[in-house]
């Protein structure tokens, strides 16, 4: 099975996928500062360069796009049906890379949060984003997770 666009538009449409200051992640930088918190991005110096740190609580928050790091169960994360072995290598590479940074930054005393893509892209999900930050930062987990699958899971009843 082909593309079902020409290779040059395709290398088109994969430049313009930004990096840094996606939507996601000034959906979740608006999230902390409305709620008073303060923080740094990109911090270089850090493993992973972690999209939003917060040095004086020691905290992570790196917003993964759920399809570039491979997120188990969503249904943004689909293996494209061309190419699937060198999408799976290079997926793959990126959930291995983002384990290291993870736990270099663990054993520097980082706690480490993912927010992914999926928390942001459904607005009903979306309404508990912030509450879930703030209780994920107040909890004093050393890891955590937030997707829309636990957005809506805290929702239930």
């Given amino acids: ?24 992640e000034i959906l979740v ?10 923080f740094r991005l990109h911090r270089r110096d850090l493993p992973g360069t972690p999209d939003i740190a917060m040095p004086g609580r020691k905290i992570a928050i790196f ?8 997120h188990q169960g969503c249904k943004f ?19 291995d890379r983002d384990r290291r940074a993870a736990d270099k930054l663990a054993e520097m005393g980082w706690r480490v949060l993912n927010v992914w893509e ?17 209780a994920w930062i107040d909890s004093g ?8 699958q636990s957005l809506a899971a805290d929702r239930q009843p």
């Fill in 141 to 148: 987990a050393t890891t955590g997770e937030i997707s829309a």
């Fill in 63 to 70: 917003v993964h796009g759920c399809f570039w790091h491979a």
């Fill in 1 to 24: 099975m082909s593309d079902v666009v020409s290779p040059a538009k395709r290398s088109q449409m994969m430049s313009g996928i930004k990096g840094k200051n996606s939507l996601p």
């Fill in 29 to 38: 930088r608006k999230a902390l500062f409305a709620m008073g918190h303060r």
């Fill in 118 to 134: 999926c928390s942001t892209r459904d607005p009903e999900a979306a309404k508990g984003l912030s509450e879930t930050l703030r």
């Fill in 77 to 95: 994360a689909k293996t494209p049906s061309t190419r699937t072995d060198f999408w799976t290598a290079k997926l793959q590479g990126n959930v």
